[in-house]
């Protein structure tokens, strides 16, 4: 999980598609698998299996400098996008993929109806 620029509600609906599919591109480029994706506005949560050989740091510095650059550069925005610097990432079993994924997958409709799991949303 992490968090647009002082969580400016920089995702659109369109920058989010676009932002969304260069996360997943790049999970993809660097060998780990994207389970579930999701967010609003101003934050978006992933799931992915991340080989051993790589590094979380290294697959979150990857993801967040190319979708940056390429909302910059996409003409979808008039105003600079830019993602904190920070991050959270946590491992969880093979129980709770299913869990976590669902919750991921449905994020917007658990922030309307202030479900969230509080375990699930560091920072907030």
Not at 51 to 60: D, G, R
Request: overall charge neutral; some cysteine; hydrophobic content about 40%.
């Amino acid at each position: 999980m992490w968090a647009t620029w002082d969580r400016h509600p920089l995702l659109t609906p369109e920058m989010e598609v676009l932002v969304y599919s260069c996360i997943q591109a790049e999970c993809a480029k660097m060998g780990a698998e994207l389970i579930a994706i999701g967010g609003l506005p101003d934050h978006v949560h992933l799931l992915a299996r991340v080989p051993a050989a790589l590094s979380v740091a290294e697959l979150v510095k990857q993801v967040k400098g190319t979708s940056s650059h390429l909302a910059n550069h996409s003409g979808a925005t008039n105003s600079a996008f830019k993602w904190q610097g920070a991050y959270g990432a946590f491992t969880v079993s093979k129980g709770s993929v299913k869990k976590l994924s669902d919750y991921i997958a449905r994020q917007k409709q658990h922030h309307a109806d202030r479900t969230v799991y509080q375990e699930y949303e560091p920072g907030d």
